[in-house]
């Protein structure tokens, strides 16, 4: 495994800063809903193979979960969570490379390379005016046919959830940059080389996979 350098957006100065404090606490923060994310992991996982990109590969808790014939690119903005991606990643079965990369930019990312682009709570993470900037890449760096599966957090249409979410919401912006008010589907239906082909709740109506495919 190796970990380089990559250039990063204005912009997300201050989620790299952040991430930097975070990383070192992310998780132990993080153990309460990890309880539940592990038994997703290998679900969303199982069926991905070939060239693999991960966007938002945070401290490396899918690595394990990848099938030993996947050759994985794992990016991530904060090089502090690469370090401790690196560490998880001993216990993988696949090859791994891990770099520092903005998603908006990719810069060390080939174009056209990827049969799957995997992303867990990357975008929830991002600042809306960023997105269209992150699923440019998103189409430049798939195969024609290539796939993708995204993992994101968005408000609930319950009342009663709606408002358990709304007494963590200050939390979860601070430690970890997220909001559950994102746009990411509707950005992604923006597209005009992604399609998507599937959106679905794993949970409740909070937890939202969004699947699709590049456009040939």
Request: charged fraction near 25%; glycine fraction near 6%; charge should be positive.
């Amino acid at each position: 495994m190796t970990a380089s350098l990559g250039a990063i957006h204005e912009d997300n100065r201050l989620l790299q800063a952040k991430y930097n404090i975070t990383a070192w606490f992310y998780d132990i923060l993080d153990y309460p809903w990890e309880r539940q994310y592990r038994h997703w992991r290998s679900v969303l996982l199982k069926d991905v193979r070939g060239e693999v990109l991960e966007a938002g590969v945070g401290s490396g808790r899918n690595l394990r979960h990848y099938p030993s014939d996947v050759n994985l690119i794992g990016i991530d903005i904060c090089l502090e969570m690469i370090t401790r991606a690196m560490k998880r990643g001993k216990a993988a079965l696949c090859n791994i490379d891990l770099r520092q990369e903005d998603a908006t930019i990719m810069q060390s990312i080939p174009s056209n390379h990827f049969d799957w682009l995997v992303s867990t709570f990357l975008c929830c993470v991002m600042p809306d005016h960023l997105q269209p900037l992150a699923i440019n890449q998103f189409e430049r760096v798939l195969k024609p046919g290539g796939r993708f599966r995204l993992l994101e957090m968005v408000y609930s249409k319950n009342s009663r959830l709606r408002r358990r979410q709304e007494l963590l919401t200050g939390f979860i912006e601070k430690v970890y940059g997220a909001r559950f008010d994102r746009n990411t589907l509707s950005h992604l239906e923006r597209s005009e080389k992604l399609q998507i082909t599937d959106a679905y709740f794993i949970k409740k109506d909070v937890y939202l996979v969004i699947e699709g495919q590049r456009k040939d």
